[in-house]
């Protein structure tokens, strides 16, 4: 808004820009801002996905891409031999419709990522099954369309959540009787019981609050590569941010592990005390001077 009023200034359509000297609070973070998820959680995730789009969510996790970037690629851009793609252009929804924006969102997101032997056995051959679109997009829908955000993640994205028990669960407890249940937006739990599965599966994904968002694979990525020790100029580099202040103030965050990695660093410390300083030598204060 301050952007645009300044405009008008500068245009001479405003005097003055009423925007100056405000200051908006900053917003706080909540649980569900940025989440990660663990190598285990991805494996449990990767084998509930469809087989057409797992490919797509390993590229995601494996080479932290963004949407745009992902759904964006083209195999001109991919190279299995050496493991590699480049980012080159990317994908750009607007209102229910897709187009190919030929340059990354900055200068530095213009970049070489290198793929992991994970991500490169699944594209291999990928191809052969789903042929690309007339223009060589690696990722279509089933109608050889391009995809859609909105659509993937209400259809596929957010079941598959669900199946993988990441957002609210859905248990077996008969024939033909399944229990769905969710947390509603104030983390409050519901049950209701469903006859055939995916209408408990559908109304999990309906009415169920948050979830892992197609982003956070992003932070996932980041948040691996830092605690693996990769150095964070090269975790910059890979993800497109000019600057190393954005990975570490944006897309790391703590792993859940962090308690035993902290231990760890500290396991081979070990106190020595000295033998006058042991409680049946130590002086006695009340002697001392005597």
Not at 51 to 80: K, M, N, Q, S
Not at 240 to 251: I, N, V
Not at 252 to 260: E, G, L, M, W
Request: charged content about 25%; overall charge positive; hydrophobic content about 35%.
């Amino acid at each position: 808004m301050h952007g645009v009023i300044r405009s008008a200034v500068r245009d001479r359509f405003l005097a003055f820009n009423p925007c100056d000297g405000i200051r908006l609070p900053r917003r706080r973070r909540k649980d569900s801002d940025d989440q990660t998820v663990t190598r285990t959680e991805i494996n449990a995730l990767l084998a509930v996905l469809p087989h057409r789009y797992r490919p797509l969510v390993a590229l995601a996790v494996g080479t932290g891409l963004r949407w745009g970037e992902c759904v964006g690629l083209r195999w001109d851009a991919i190279d299995l031999d050496t493991r590699t793609l480049r980012v080159i252009r990317v994908a750009v929804e607007v209102s229910g419709h897709v187009t190919t924006k030929p340059y990354p969102k900055s200068k530095a997101g213009r970049r070489d990522v290198p793929l992991p032997p994970f991500v490169a056995t699944l594209l291999d051959g990928y191809a052969d099954t789903y042929p690309p679109s007339p223009l060589g997009d690696v990722f279509t829908n089933t109608a050889g369309g391009p995809m859609r955000r909105t659509l993937f993640r209400s259809r596929i994205w957010r079941p598959a959540l669900v199946r993988a028990g990441l957002l609210g669960k859905v248990i077996e407890t008969g024939p033909q009787r399944f229990l769905a249940t969710w947390p509603d937006g104030t983390g409050l739990e519901w049950t209701k019981e469903f006859t055939i599965e995916r209408d408990a599966i559908k109304h999990v994904v309906q009415h169920a609050a948050g979830g892992l968002r197609f982003h956070d694979l992003r932070h996932t990525y980041a948040t691996w590569l830092v605690s693996d020790g990769v150095p964070i100029n090269d975790v910059a580099s890979v993800l497109g941010h000019e600057q190393t202040s954005t990975t570490l103030d944006r897309y790391t965050h703590a792993s859940r592990d962090r308690h035993t990695r902290v231990r760890g660093a500290l396991a081979d410390f070990s106190l020595t005390p000295a033998d006058e300083d042991t409680p049946d030598k130590a002086e006695d204060p009340s002697k001392e001077g005597s």
